[in-house]
């Protein structure tokens, strides 16, 4: 990593670390959601289809355990890439004017938002399996790392070309719709007809998979999720480098 | 308040002159309403709750007032301090600057929650619907409060998003429509909450959630009218 790229990042790490109070809330947000959901879920009985058509009889308390961890980083990782990249749009232009390239400062940015999910993520899977036991904790595990950097890349994109509230309205709107319903297996038996055209399919299959099954059977669901990071990646690295850009 | 309403219509313009914020406020009560609602019953019952689903269905309506107004709220503060503090000192003075933003935040709150009662109405039916239209906007106007304290103290964006989505997060767990646990009773909108989930049943309220709901609600706009003031305020 050239000097420049490496000032830039610590800077970045340094303007989150300078507010304890996002990283004290990253933490307890998703602690506290989790635990509540599963401490107030009755174990109802619940029929679901994993991929591979493969039939499980579980419960809502469980479905809750295995799934709230996905809304919950979907949600804080979004709006951590909103509003990481509008303070980058103020603060990065600065650099770029004085010789930093666009490029290394939107890579500084997109780490702290890397690291913004293994965080969120980190503290999820530590309170959920407090709660409850995924019959296969990988897939789990990468799931919810796949779901924080799918929306945190969309809430970036929101960021860059969206005010701030308009942003945030879209985040709640997306990650209720996507993986609060219509992945939801608490509400369908499988996800509906038009669900796989949502960013949230793929990683949320590869999660139940992993949470109700010991063998892997979502591989396509996996590629496809992965599709989704590719995309919205370079499409996060393209924008946000020409927001910055613009305004030299 | 002559001079603070054309300003108040300004704040309003502000918050909505991107298109896709005035459509969100649109779209997200009546998605809240038509879809997630037309599952919320199963997942009320299925968290211990005692509701049938007319009335988890009425919740999802004060619940997209909620949310949305003390975003708004949070937003108000939080991006206009500065304007804010120039408006005062260029003459409005800080209380006047207050009451405007105060009137923008109802306005739009008022909207939000009429957008959401509608969609109730028209989909399940409300057998109070007077009584359901105070219950939601009640929710919007204990927001405004929550949203306008956390804007007046907490100057990062992302940190008081993510407060105003955790208070909103116990509020929403802790309610009647989820839990049916007497020893987390004192959550702001419970009393309203008792108020939407009975009209949306078709049965009236007691007195004293009337009295609790409205005394939470002024209590809230008192707050979030100190809140602007004190963002408007000038420093020595």
């Not at chain 1, 479905?63 to 980083?73: D, K, W």
């Not at chain 2, 997630?36 to 919740?59: K, P």
């Not at chain 2, 007497?182 to 007195?207: D, E």
């Amino acid at each position: 990593m050239p000097a420049r790229a490496r000032t830039a990042t610590a800077m970045a790490f340094r303007d989150q670390l300078r507010r304890p109070l996002v990283l004290v809330l990253m933490m307890i947000v998703p602690a506290y959601v989790i635990t509540r959901s599963i401490a107030e879920t009755l174990p109802t009985p619940r029929q679901i289809v994993l991929p591979g058509e493969i039939v499980v009889t579980t419960t809502m308390q469980d479905l809750h355990g295995a799934g709230m961890g996905g809304l919950v980083v979907a949600f804080v990782v979004a709006l951590v890439g909103v509003f990481v990249m509008q303070s980058a749009l103020e603060g990065d232009r600065r650099l770029v004017l004085a010789g930093f390239r666009p490029g290394e400062t939107v890579l500084a940015r997109l780490l702290v938002l890397i690291c913004a999910t293994a965080l969120v993520v980190a503290v999820s899977v530590l309170v959920t399996a407090l709660n409850f036991s995924a019959a296969s904790w990988p897939p789990v595990i990468g799931a919810l790392v796949l779901i924080g950097l799918i929306y945190g890349a969309i809430g970036a994109l929101a960021g860059a070309v969206l005010d701030k509230l308009a942003a945030t309205y879209l985040i709640l709107f997306l990650v209720f719709t996507d993986l609060g319903v219509v992945q939801n297996p608490m509400f369908h038996t499988t996800p509906g007809r038009f669900a796989d055209l949502l960013p949230g399919y793929g990683p949320s299959r590869v999660m139940y998979d992993g949470a109700f099954s010991a063998e892997f059977h979502a591989g396509s669901d996996l590629l496809l999720g992965l599709g989704w990071l590719v995309v919205l990646g370079l499409a996060v690295f393209f924008v946000q480098r020409r927001a910055v850009r613009a305004a030299t | 308040m002559s001079e603070a309403l054309p300003i108040s219509t300004a704040f309003v313009r502000e918050h909505l002159r991107a298109p896709l914020t005035l459509a969100l406020l649109v779209a997200i009560p009546v998605f809240f309403v038509l879809i997630f609602a037309s599952v919320l019953g199963d997942f009320a019952e299925a968290l211990g709750g005692t509701l049938a689903s007319q009335s988890a269905t009425a919740i999802s309506a004060g619940w997209a007032a909620a949310f949305l107004s003390g975003t708004l709220a949070f937003f108000q503060i939080s991006s206009s301090r500065g304007a804010d503090r120039r408006l005062a000192l260029a003459g409005l003075g800080p209380v006047r600057v207050a009451l405007s933003r105060i009137v923008a935040a109802l306005a739009i709150g008022l909207t939000v929650s009429a957008v959401a009662f509608l969609t109730l109405w028209i989909r399940s039916g409300i057998g109070h619907p007077f009584h359901a239209a105070v219950a939601i906007f009640t929710f919007a106007a204990i927001y405004i409060g929550i949203g306008a304290l956390i804007g007046a103290f907490v100057k990062g964006q992302l940190e008081g998003s993510l407060l105003v989505v955790l208070i909103f997060s116990v509020d929403a767990f802790s309610g009647p429509q989820m839990t049916s646990n007497g020893l987390v009773a004192v959550t702001p909108t419970r009393n309203a909450a008792n108020l939407l989930i009975a009209a949306g049943g078709g049965q009236g309220s007691p007195g004293g959630d009337w009295i609790g709901a409205a005394a939470v609600a002024l209590a809230a706009l008192a707050v979030a009218l100190a809140a602007f003031w004190f963002a408007a305020r000038t420093r020595l």
